[in-house]
């Protein structure tokens, strides 16, 4: 082999100045003219795109930067609430969007509105579909996207993609209790006295926040007789009726027209007296007082609640301020 004359060495220098030096660990390839590997990398990552050209690298996931709900809280057979949304993601142009609405707290589906394939960065309006309507409760409108390649919504704290509706029953005008109990004022308006009977409401041990094995008392134990008809105290729909061996035994909650939900357990086995999304007026009998489940005794265990019974947000409060308002003098 022939050395020229300015060296094998010199010319290995030579050639390290005009070759491209490595892309820093972790570096997005880029494209350039000529750019031979380097081009192929850059426009593999951004979907194909013209040499030569800088086009920026999908963002990994698209997210719900807007999601709006007006208004968030209506009456019962009012106009349905408007819907809005705004999808981001960088690098993307569209993705595929549908929105479901559930009713709370057993997640029924009330609405799918599929919506195609929608521009990222625009507002978007959702049209209910035909023959929806919202009764008395609270739902929960859910966002959902997915991107050409699959990838789908990321939710955090700050973009949930979530939005709640809070619908308020028709308040009908108070209905006379079984055996005559007259409604009284309450902090929550009239109501009825929730057990149609004899009752006695017992000492600190039968109140709200009182201590129990593994946990605080969350209602107020209200004593009857066996048997004693236990009754709405506001109207409302029935969201729940069910069995509980180990604890409340047989129960009913009501979704009070007044906005809360009301909390009735221990009625006698197979005393329940209305299903599950069934409409009662105040004083309509629910069940009857029982001592299933986990009681050493007779009597209502009777549980107000904000928000919603046992659902994200929802708190149980002190009874005992409404019994007193509410019960017959």
Known sequence: MRTDAIGGTAVLAALALVAPSPAPAGAEPTTQAGGGAAYEAGAAKNGGAAYGSNVPVPAKRPVASKLTVSPKALVAGDVLPRLRF?????????????????????????????????????????????????????YVVRLHAQDSRGRTLKRDAGRPGRAKILVHGVKAPPAPPAIGLPPAVSPGGPGVFPVAGAFNLGGTGSRFGSGRTGHIHQGHDIAAAAGTPVVAPYGGTVSSTSYQAGGAGEYVVLDGADGRDYFFAHCIRGSTAVAERVVVAAGAQLCRVGATGTASGPHLHFEIWNVGWRIAGGYPIDPLPELRAWAPR
């Open 86 to 138: 705004r999808v981001r993601q960088r690098g993307v142009e569209r993705v595929r969007a549908r929105i479901v609405v559930v009713r709370l707290p057993h997640n029924a589906l009330v609405a799918r509105i599929s919506l195609g394939w929608v521009k990222t960065g625009e507002r978007v309006t959702a049209r209910w579909p035909a023959g929806v309507a919202l009764r008395a409760g609270r």
